[in-house]
């Protein structure tokens, strides 16, 4: 779709313009021939919030560069400079508008839609999980449930078994990896009084309670050997024999396993059976990492602080640019991360909107290594030294880039070390974390 332009020589007449007119994307000149562009930036910002910006000048100074940024700018262009840069920048701040008008539209309506048993999201992974689910729910086989840390198998072995026709039988949850290795016979199977020291009374299985329900193994891979070909005997014969006992009981219940890890990697190694492993692969589902579904991070933490408004009865929302990092976060640690981050965030805000400094550090760190070449050229188009390459524009690492808008950010603000963390979007812990690997721990006001 094309674009419409107009063009404005000066502040007046981009005035005129934006009084008659809605402007999508506003690029601006910080210097024009009747006034400062910071100043109709401010205005523009105030009359016309929606409006993205991007600042340009010829005379880069950390000053005009924190300042625009304060004010609202998305972005900043230090003339001269390419033509593929200009195009890049203006996509990211047409990109960043689509998002952010987005975001306000999901804040407007339902802010969750959940599949089968709760669980969160519409991408096109989890409508292939749902069409699954529906499926193995009302079946009896085994089901292999494979994912990262956080992903949330247990809610998808939830989601079957509560959407199944046993519904109303118990659903026992058994932890492979947090069992005492010698009481996880005793746990499965049970025991019969005196099988062992401590044994004072009979103990029914795990197997077993769940009669006619599902009993869900997670961490199945953390499965001694032995007790591996135990419960391959009873998923085959149906029937457990309790620690001590010369009797077998006959079970009934389903059993869904769980692991984060490499199973037929395992089994390669000798370290799981591949009997056992054929028997609950029979069918297996594969929960993709939030990386791999980004279109449901904004959902799934609307979800969250959603739930966590009518837990706490405190309402909360997202800033923009907040729910935009979330959403270009990896999360290594999954819609769990996604969770505590949230939880994190609610709790230490001192206001209703949560903010990136309300955020866990590595979401914070993450943000400062995506800021945009805002701070890239810090002196003027002067003779001053570059710093790591001289006054002929030799490179800067992005670390260095880090550095100098860190310590230059201070020096303006006259060592407000808080509102500089605040302008950059970065927690005060972060902060002060930086400066201490830079080796300062004085303020930095002249």
């Known amino acids: 779709m094309g674009s419409t332009v107009l063009g404005a020589e000066s502040v007046a007449a981009a005035r005129a313009i934006l009084k008659h007119q809605k402007i999508d994307l506003l690029l601006l000149d910080l210097k024009l021939p009747d006034g400062g562009g910071l100043v109709l930036l401010e205005q523009v910002k105030a009359l016309h919030p929606d409006t993205a910006v991007v600042v340009m000048t010829a005379f880069a100074t950390v000053a005009s560069a924190v300042e625009a940024m304060r004010i609202g700018a998305g972005d900043y262009l230090t003339k001269p400079f390419a033509l593929e ?107 019969v009084k005196g099988a062992f020291t401590g044994a004072d009374r009979m103990k029914e299985g795990l197997l077993a309670t769940a009669e006619g329900g599902t009993v869900f193994l997670d961490e199945i891979g953390e499965l001694p050997l032995d007790l591996q070909a135990k419960l391959l005997r009873a998923l085959q014969e149906k029937e457990v024999r309790p620690v001590g006992s010369t009797q077998a009981r006959p079970i009934s219940a389903r059993v869904l396993a769980a692991t984060n890890r490499d199973l037929a990697t395992m089994v390669e190694e000798g370290r799981f059976r591949r009997d056992l492993y054929f028997r609950l692969n029979v069918v297996n589902l594969r929960i993709p990492p939030l990386r791999d579904r980004r279109e449901d991070i904004a959902v799934l933490a609307m979800h969250f602080l959603e739930r966590m408004q009518r837990e706490s009865g405190v309402v909360h929302t997202f800033s923009d640019d907040t729910l935009r990092v979330m959403t270009e976060y990896d999360w290594p640690g999954n819609v769990r991360e996604l969770e505590n981050a949230i939880e994190r965030a609610c709790t230490l805000s001192s206001g209703p909107v949560l903010h990136m400094g309300d955020l866990p550090t590595q979401l914070q760190d993450f943000r400062m290594q995506r800021v945009p070449t805002t701070y890239a050229s810090e002196q003027d188009d002067s003779s001053q030294e570059r710093p790591g390459g001289g ?56």
Not at 94 to 101: A, I, S, T
Not at 114 to 132: D, H
Not at 408 to 417: A, F, S
């Open 85 to 191: 840069e200009l195009t890049t920048v203006l996509e990211r701040a047409g990109q960043r508008r689509h998002f952010d008008m987005e975001s306000r539209k999901l804040r407007e309506r339902l802010r969750t839609q959940k599949g089968a048993g709760g669980l969160v999201g519409q991408s096109p992974e989890m409508e292939k999980l749902y069409r699954i689910l529906s499926k193995v729910a009302f079946s009896t086989h085994p089901v292999l449930i494979l994912g990262e840390s956080g992903t949330g198998k247990e809610l998808v072995a939830r989601a079957i078994h509560f959407n199944g026709p046993n519904a109303a039988k118990p659903f026992v949850p058994v932890d492979c990896g947090s069992l005492v290795p010698t009481l996880i016979e005793s746990e499965l199977f049970g025991h």
């Open 391 to 446: 006054g002929d524009g030799g490179i800067v690492s992005i670390a260095e880039m880090e550095r100098q808008a860190i310590l230059g950010t201070i020096r303006q603000l006259k060592g407000d070390k808080l509102m500089a963390a605040r302008l950059l979007g970065i927690g005060k812990t972060t902060l002060y974390r930086k400066l201490k690997e830079y080796g300062i721990t004085e303020g930095l006001g002249d």
